[in-house]
């Protein structure tokens, strides 16, 4: 059974960046779309980017343009570059599949942006 783990997060001022991975302890070439999802405090979890084998990209509104999903089915690894941060994208971020399986989330990420 495949599991992800998610890195990469931490601690950054408004207008930062960083670059999140997901790594896979199997294949991940037979799941379509692979996503990213953030987890706000006191909020439910949203689908905020996602990707299909294809290289097809998607994104929620607020986070277009500033964030890039990408995917290395070679190296079972999915991406988020995350850049000119805001206080806002804090929360945990987690991948997964869209739709999501339960019995893929991981521990997830924490992300928080200080103002």
């Known amino acids: 059974q495949v599991q992800l783990v998610e890195s990469g997060g931490g601690l950054v001022q408004a207008g930062g960046s960083l670059r999140l991975s997901c790594a896979a302890s199997?294949?991940?070439?037979?799941?379509?779309?692979m996503g990213w999802y953030r987890q706000a405090p006191g909020k439910q979890r949203k689908l905020v980017a996602r990707?299909?084998?294809?290289?097809?990209?998607n994104y929620a509104d607020s986070v277009k343009g500033r964030f890039t999903i990408s995917r290395d089915n070679a190296k079972n690894t999915v991406y988020l570059q995350m850049n000119s941060l805001k206080p806002e994208d804090t929360g945990v971020y987690y991948c997964?599949?869209?739709?999501?399986?339960?019995?893929?989330w991981g521990q997830g990420t924490q992300v928080t942006v200080s103002s």
């Open positions: 990707i299909t084998n294809s290289g097809s990209a």
């Open positions: 997964n599949a869209d739709p999501w399986y339960a019995s893929l």
């Open positions: 199997g294949s991940i070439f037979s799941i379509n779309a």
